[in-house]
């Protein structure tokens, strides 16, 4: 019985010294985002807050509102930041490009109002992302035959699909759950890069694959 106790105090200060390195890491992370934000965009107003997602954890979220007084909000996941942060040479510069993009819409873009419903969600989905996803895919890959689909995965529940039908061999087809797509578009990020990074990275492999002259 004392054994049993031990183990459980064990691992419940496991879990705490766990939690609070999470929690520091977050701090970190959005302290240094704010600054490397405020760094590239001096003569505007910079704040930002972190939240939670119900699937992806800790979500990061920006504003930038410029001199006009419109504001700009983008969004930005724990592991997207970590990496970027860790392995890119010029991090702020990766961070701003998302606002860059999006100040080009005068008078201010802020988040998406999130589904109240599952029917609300699959609305945006067929109405707006899907048909997004689809057409963003045709413009970057031109006259290249690209296959684009729903399926359904058995861990991450329905996905969209994209591949070259051309390649017999090896990787052919990337997918990308639904969830995750909606997630991005209620960022103000482009839920089309996902797919068509991923049909990149194909393109990538396949080229790699073939056999040296």
């Known amino acids: 019985m004392t054994t049993t106790k031990q183990n459980t105090t064990h691992e419940e200060e496991a879990a705490k010294a766990n939690n609070e390195k999470l929690l520091e890491l977050i701090r970190n992370l959005h302290q240094a985002s704010l600054q490397a934000l405020k760094s590239e965009f001096a003569e505007y107003e910079v704040d930002g807050q972190v939240g939670h997602h119900e699937i992806y954890?800790?979500?990061?979220?920006?504003?930038?509102?410029?001199?006009?007084?419109?504001?700009?909000?983008?969004?930005?996941f724990l592991r997207e930041l970590l990496h970027n942060f860790q392995q890119n040479r010029n991090p702020a510069l990766w961070l701003s490009s998302f606002f860059v993009d999006l100040m080009k819409v005068?008078?201010?873009?802020?988040?998406?109002?999130?589904?109240?419903?599952?029917?609300?969600?699959?609305?945006?989905?067929?109405?707006?992302?899907?048909?997004?996803?689809?057409?963003?895919?045709?413009?970057?890959?031109?006259?290249e035959e690209v296959y684009t689909g729903l399926a359904m995965n058995e861990e991450h529940g329905p996905v969209l699909e994209a591949g070259f039908p051309k390649y017999r061999e090896g990787n052919n087809v990337c997918a990308m759950p639904l969830h995750l797509l909606l997630a991005h578009y209620l960022m103000n990020r482009d839920p089309a890069d996902l797919i068509i990074q991923g049909l990149y990275r194909i393109l990538e492999e396949q080229e790699n694959a073939k056999p040296q002259a």
Do not use: W
């Open 106 to 143: 005068p008078g201010g873009v802020l988040l998406p109002r999130p589904p109240q419903s599952e029917d609300e969600a699959k609305a945006m989905i067929d109405g707006t992302i899907l048909p997004h996803c689809y057409s963003a895919i045709k413009e970057e890959f031109g006259s």
């Open 57 to 76: 954890g800790p979500l990061f979220t920006y504003r930038i509102k410029n001199e006009e007084g419109a504001g700009y909000a983008c969004g930005f």
